[in-house]
C-alpha cells in the first residue's frame, strides 16, 4: 500500500463508521427514552401511518365508551323515578280499599282523598322529571346511542309516558280526578297502572343489560385496538438495550480506531526525515 499524505482513506472509513454508529447510537437513546419504536416519520412511515389510524379509533372508542356510560346512567335514573311510581300506585291502592271501609267517616275520608291528591301529584311530577336537561318520559324517546365507534350499530332507547292513558297510569294521575270515590278510580284500574309500570320496568331493565354487554364490548375492542397499536410504536426495552449497549461499543471502538487511523500518516514523516 502506497504512503500518502493529502488523502487517508483509512481514516476517511473509520470516520463514516463513527458516523453510522454515533447515528445509530442517537437512535436507541430517542427511542429508549421515548418508549417509542417510532420517533420521527422516517423511522418507519407506513407503521406510523397506522398507528395514527389506531388512536384515533382507539380514542373513539374511549367516546363510546363514555356515551353508553350516560345512556345507562340516564336509564338508572328513569328506573328510580318508575320505582318510586310503582310505591306510590301501591299506597293508592291500599287507600283505595281503606277507603271502601264502612266504619270510616267522611272526615276520614277527606283525609284519605287528600293523601290521594298528594300522591297523584307526585306521579305528574315524576312524569316530568329529566336528566341533564333530557325528559326522562313522554311520548319522545330520549334518543339513540352509537354502540361503535363507526357509528354503525345504535340502541334506541324506547319513549315512556308516565300519565298516558293506554301506556301508563292514566287517570289515576289524572288532575281531574280528586276522589278515591270517583268511579274511574277502581282497583282494577290501579292495578293496571301498576302492571303497566312494571312493564316499563322491564323494558328499561332489558335497556340496561344491553347497553352492559355494549360496554363490555366495547372495553375489549378497545384493549385489542391499544395491543395492536403497541405492537408497532412501543419499543421493546430488552431488545433496545440490547441494541444501545452494541451500538455505545461501537462509537467508543471506533472513535478509538479514528484517533489510530489519523496517526497512520506519521509513518510519512519518518520517511521525509
Known sequence: MSVVINTN???????????ASQSML?????R?????????????SGGMAVSMALSATTRRQGAVANNIGNAISLLQTQEGALKISGKVLERISELKVLSLDITKSASD????????????????????????????????SPGSVGVTE???SVISILARNLTDSTTGVGVISDSSVTSLGDAAVTVSAITTA??????????NG??????????????????????ANSRIVDVDVAEESTQLARWNILVQAGTAMLAQANQSNQAALKLLS
Do not use: H
Open 206 to 227: 332489558a335497556e340496561q343489560s344491553r347497553f352492559g354487554f355494549a360496554a363490555e364490548l366495547n372495553t375489549v375492542n378497545k384493549a385489542n385496538l391499544e395491543a
Open 26 to 30: 442517537q437512535r436507541s437513546i430517542n
Open 194 to 203: 301498576l302492571e303497566r309500570v312494571a312493564t316499563m320496568r322491564a323494558a
Open 150 to 152: 363507526d357509528g354503525g
Open 9 to 19: 482513506y483509512t481514516a476517511s472509513v473509520a470516520s463514516n463508521n463513527l458516523a
Open 32 to 44: 429508549l427514552s421515548s418508549g417509542s419504536k417510532i420517533v420521527g416519520p422516517s423511522d418507519d
Open 109 to 140: 275520608l277527606a283525609n284519605y282523598d287528600a293523601e290521594f291528591n298528594a300522591l297523584q301529584s307526585q306521579l305528574r311530577d315524576t312524569a316530568d322529571a329529566t336528566f341533564n336537561g333530557v325528559d326522562l318520559f313522554g311520548s319522545s
